[in-house]
Nanobody
Framework: QLQLVESGGGWVQAGGSLKLSCAAS???????MGWFRQAPGKEREFVAG????????IYADSVKGRFTISRDNAKNTVYLQTNTLSHEDTAVYYC???????????????WGQGTQVTVSS
C-alpha cells in the first residue's frame, strides 16, 4: 500500500511563494508522480509531472516558468516549488502516483489528501 501526504500549503499574498511537499510511505515502486490542483467550482487539473528518475518533466502552460517540480527518492518525497503566485493559483493541491505518464487525473492510482494554497488578490 502506498500512502501520499501533502504539506506546505498556506495563505500567502500575491507574488509570494510556497514549497509543497508530498511524502510517500508504505510500499514503494517505480512511479510517475504528478501534482494536480482543484480550485473552487473547477475541475481538477494537471499542474506538473515527473518520472521516477527525474529526467522526464512536464508542466501545464499556466505554471511554466513559475513552478518547479522535483523529487528526492532517498526521502521518498516529491516537491512543488510555487513562485509568483496569483489569485488564479488558489486551489487545493494534490500529489498523485501512476505507473505511466499522464495529465489525466482519473488514471492515477494513488492520491494524497491535498493541501490548501490560498493567494490573496
Amino acid at each position: 500500500q502506498l500512502q501520499l501526504v501533502e504539506s506546505g500549503g498556506g495563505w500567502v499574498q500575491a507574488g509570494g511563494s510556497l514549497k509543497l511537499s508530498c511524502a510517500a510511505s508504505g510500499r514503494t515502486f517505480l512511479s510517475y508522480m504528478g501534482w494536480f490542483r482543484q480550485a473552487p467550482g473547477k475541475e481538477r487539473e494537471f499542474v506538473a509531472g515527473i518520472s521516477n528518475s527525474g529526467s522526464n518533466i512536464i508542466y501545464a502552460d499556466s505554471v511554466k516558468g513559475r513552478f518547479t517540480i522535483s523529487r528526492d527518492n532517498a526521502k521518498n518525497t516529491v516537491y512543488l516549488q510555487t513562485n509568483t503566485l496569483s489569485h488564479e493559483d488558489t486551489a487545493v493541491y494534490y500529489c498523485a502516483a501512476n505507473t505511466y505518464p499522464s495529465t489525466t487525473p482519473r488514471v492515477y492510482d494513488f492520491w494524497g489528501q491535498g493541501t490548501q494554497v490560498t493567494v490573496s488578490s
